[in-house]
């Protein structure tokens, strides 16, 4: 572990800084994470303005965990198709 990363009550390991990861942990597709593309917070991301539920997040094992942004369509935000 990077001295720049902390554990977060043992669980999940967190970051400084953003995360650099471009694909979703739990499909392998691009998470579109606008924050991980720009390798700062400077930028607005779509998952600012979003809830994601934590059933969504607890469907991921722990390795998956802490390592990349969700996609829209794993955390349940992408919006529907007709």
């Known amino acids: ?4 990363d902390r554990q977060d009550s043992g669980r999940h390991r967190l970051s400084a800084g953003p ?8 499909c392998g597709g691009p998470n579109g994470c606008a924050v991980a593309a720009a ?7 779509w998952c600012s303005a979003v809830r994601i539920a934590p ?3 607890a469907g ?3 390795e998956q965990r802490g390592v990349a942004c ?3 369509h794993c955390a349940g935000t992408a919006p529907r198709r007709p």
């Open 39 to 45: 390798g700062c917070f400077d930028v607005a991301c």
């Open 1 to 4: 572990m990077a001295s720049e």
């Open 55 to 57: 059933e969504r997040l």
């Open 19 to 26: 995360l650099q990861a471009p694909d979703c942990p739990a």
């Open 70 to 72: 969700l996609c829209r």
């Open 60 to 62: 991921l094992s722990p």
